[in-house]
């Protein structure tokens, strides 16, 4: 108990040149108030890591340190929006349509053959060339471009029967047709 008490009276007769550091970095006295708590409850919570015999000022000045730098860092992503103003002037598009689709989308893709579905993830999402996609599966460029096509067709008529179109297909899943790449690729 005497060590406990002795490091708390230690750390507490710091406090004065804790603040004047603090000081120095936020020019607040507030902030700077703020910067000292952070770092006696840090320091508290992680006095067991403070080795005996070494420096405590040098230790708890880097914890007032570190902290000031990641409040920094916190408060540069951050948008002052007291009034709410900000906040209101947000809009995020509703995505319950697209992700609709691409559970479709997924569940046509498993009803394909193991080797179509492969095909087409790696020509159609992966975006990987034919040549890639044929080394990859270890088969001609030929049965890479029939496999992709095969599996196209079959997923397109998957999806219609589902009432999923084509133009929901390609902006979901590849961002543009597989026919809209240039030939050979």
């Known amino acids: 108990m ?15 040149a804790l603040r004047a550091f603090a000081w120095s970095l936020s020019h607040n006295g507030s902030d700077a108030d703020d910067l000292v708590q952070d770092t006696l409850i840090k ?14 000022r040098a230790w708890l000045f880097t914890i007032l340190r570190n902290t000031y ?5 916190r408060r540069r992503r951050e948008v002052r929006d007291e009034t709410g103003e900000y906040a209101a ?21 498993q009803r394909l053959p193991p080797e179509h579905r492969e095909a087409l993830i790696l020509v159609g999402a992966a975006g990987l060339s034919y040549e890639e996609a044929a080394e990859i ?13 095969r599996g ?11 009432g999923v179109t084509e133009t929901v297909l390609w902006n979901s899943a590849a961002r543009r047709p597989p026919s809209s790449r240039s ?3």
């Open 2 to 16: 005497g060590g406990a008490t002795s490091w708390r009276d230690e750390v507490v007769a710091l406090i004065p």
């Open 152 to 162: 196209r067709t079959r997923l397109l008529k998957i999806l219609d029967a589902e």
């Open 89 to 109: 002037s947000l809009q995020a598009p509703a995505t319950q349509d697209w992700g609709m689709n691409m559970l479709d989308l997924w569940s046509a893709l």
């Open 137 to 149: 599966c270890g088969c001609a460029l030929g049965t890479i471009k029939s496999r992709v096509n």
């Open 43 to 56: 320091a508290w919570s992680n006095r067991e890591k403070f080795q005996p015999g070494t420096n405590l």
């Open 183 to 185: 030939a050979g690729t």
């Open 69 to 73: 730098y990641t409040q920094v860092l």
